[in-house]
């Protein structure tokens, strides 16, 4: 595709569901990053993948929060047991190599009820 | 871990002048440095990005100045103009096999 793609674009869930926000990067890229991004907040680094290998899950906040990219191209972020602190942008962005411009999704706008 | 400081969190500036935000990290061994602009319910664009091996960086009125000895960096922006309003993001990274780590944003208001 064109850009960096994530769906759904918009999601609520109740609180105790687990959810799952897909990536699509753009082809050929090799990083993807994930991010959270609270209301006027900057993006807060969740985790980082080459490839299929996740490099860094540093910032994942809790065993709530699980990534995967399995074949080096897609990824979903999983959150289960969904809380309310839950509920932000999570935006995922993809790089050809590094460092160099990192291309941004719309990201997914969670809100737990 | 690395860690970038940001300010100031908003910024007014007249249209026509000039508008500088500015950047610490943490982590010496971090070597690029982008800014973003992401608009109201938008994604987070890159504007500009520098390396570490270069002081500035110019892209018509935007320019950015990297002081690695401080490890300072900041964002220009001349002539401002309505569409420059937007919130801005400083980043850093130590390149491959690492993240991104963003500041927390300047909002800027280029008033009429």
């Known amino acids: 595709g064109a850009g960096v793609s994530q769906s759904p674009r918009y999601k609520v869930a109740k609180r105790g569901q687990d959810v799952a926000l897909r990536c699509d990067p753009i082809?050929?890229?090799?990083?993807l990053f994930w991010y959270q991004q609270a209301l006027g907040q900057g993006p807060e680094f969740l985790t980082y993948f080459q490839n299929e290998a996740q490099l860094d899950k540093s910032g994942l906040p809790s065993d709530r929060f699980f990534a995967e990219r399995p074949e080096g191209s897609v990824s979903t972020l999983k959150i289960q047991r969904t809380q309310q602190e839950d509920s932000a942008v999570y935006l995922c962005?993809?790089?050809?190599?590094?460092?160099?411009?990192?291309?941004f999704g719309q990201g997914t706008r969670l809100t737990v009820v | 871990g690395e860690n970038v400081e940001q300010h100031p969190s908003t910024l007014s500036v007249q249209e026509g002048d000039s508008a500088v935000i500015k950047c610490t990290y943490s982590?010496?061994?971090?070597?690029?440095f982008p800014w973003y602009k992401q608009e109201l319910g938008k994604r987070p664009q890159l504007i500009i990005d520098i390396r570490s091996n270069v002081g500035e960086k110019k892209d018509q009125r935007i320019a950015v100045t990297l002081n690695k000895t401080a490890k300072h960096f900041s964002l220009h922006i001349t002539e401002t103009q309505p569409e420059d309003s937007a919130v801005y993001f400083c980043?850093?990274?130590?390149?491959?096999?690492?993240?991104?780590?963003f500041g927390k944003g300047t909002r800027l208001h280029i008033l009429p």
């Open positions: 980043a850093a990274s130590k390149g491959r096999d690492d993240k991104i780590i």
């Open positions: 962005a993809s790089s050809f190599s590094r460092p160099s411009e990192a291309f």
């Open positions: 982590d010496s061994a971090s070597n690029y």
């Open positions: 082809s050929g890229h090799v990083s």
